[in-house]
């Protein structure tokens, strides 16, 4: 059996009638019940990136808005440059899952009767109701000169990655989760599965895929880095601790800021929980390469949800 590429799995293909539209199909594979909020923010930003068509430019910064959850299968991203300069562009992409979108047109499936998506030539005043996720993206030329301030230092904890011989986390589901089953964790630093708040909300870990994204000595598309970005879940699990009733989230927005480029196979990720409360969980993730360079920021702010059964 063939182990899912991450890559394959988020590519975009360009509409054959508007050149504005682009659509992907985010497989089983890459699900959380839903698709993994992280994969869907790699899938827009793909889109965005490619209608832009600047080689010459690279992803600096995003934010992803999640409106409502992305269900597995063909998903479609409206694509927007609002400025194409010189030395940067920003561009906006909002993605529509099937649930709502006719994949073949990109057009809305009701839009006489204003129930559909929004996504095509149909009615606009139902747009925003059908978006499930708004993302903004700015990229710029990485070859800018200017000053390198780098004072974050890399964690003890995560000054080096798993050794092949380290068990890897496991996970125990009902339900078939893809992306867990396709991706592998350790955990560097911070309680997991403790039943208990810890005084400091903090989980460090490893995080790879089982397909890596790119051949050895070569580059991730920046894009993936949204997917082990989105770790608010792990650290939040040490501030609460895993109780008997124990507490999930979802994500409501990402905000990541890309610093380097990274190689190597394994991520380490520094994620802090620094407010819960009003139902709300906030935090920051620091992630790695396995040279230690700090390659990206993230913050996040997820709704929380009781897990039941």
Do not use: K
Request: proline share 7%; aromatic share 6%.
């Amino acid at each position: 059996m063939t182990t899912p590429n991450i890559l394959t799995d988020t590519a975009p293909e360009t509409d054959r009638a508007d050149a504005t539209l682009v659509h992907s199909v985010i497989t089983d594979a890459w699900g959380l019940y839903f698709a993994q909020g992280g994969v869907v923010m790699t899938a827009a930003l793909r889109a965005m990136a490619s209608v832009l068509d600047r080689s010459d430019l690279h992803l600096a910064s995003a934010s992803a808005t999640f409106c409502r959850p992305v269900a597995c299968g063909p998903v479609t991203t409206r694509v927007t440059v609002l400025r194409n300069g010189r030395r940067g562009a920003q561009v906006l992409g909002t993605l529509h899952d099937a649930t709502g979108t006719d994949s073949d047109t990109g057009s809305d499936i009701d839009s006489d009767t204003g129930t559909g998506t929004g996504t095509g030539t149909g009615s606009s005043d139902t747009a925003d109701e059908a978006v499930n996720v708004a993302v903004t993206a700015v990229f710029t030329d990485p070859d800018m000169a200017g000053p390198l301030v780098a004072p974050v230092p890399r964690p003890l904890e995560l000054s080096e990655p798993p050794s092949a011989t380290a068990d890897p986390e496991t996970f125990d589901h009902q339900f078939p989760l893809g992306f867990l089953d396709n991706t592998e964790w350790h955990v560097a630093a911070g309680a997991a599965g403790a039943t208990e708040p810890s005084p400091i909300p903090r989980m460090g870990m490893w995080f790879r895929f089982n397909d890596p994204p790119a051949s050895t000595g070569d580059h991730w598309n920046p894009a993936l880095l949204a997917i082990p970005g989105d770790a608010l879940g792990s650290a939040l699990v040490v501030a609460l601790g895993d109780g008997e009733q124990p507490v999930g989230s979802v994500s409501l927005q990402i905000d990541i800021q890309l610093l380097a480029p990274i190689s190597g196979t394994w991520v380490g990720i520094d994620s802090y929980c620094t407010h819960v409360g009003n139902g709300l969980a906030t935090g920051i993730a620091h992630l790695w390469s396995e040279d230690g360079t700090h390659v990206a920021v993230v913050n996040q702010t997820a709704m929380l949800r009781g897990l039941h059964g």
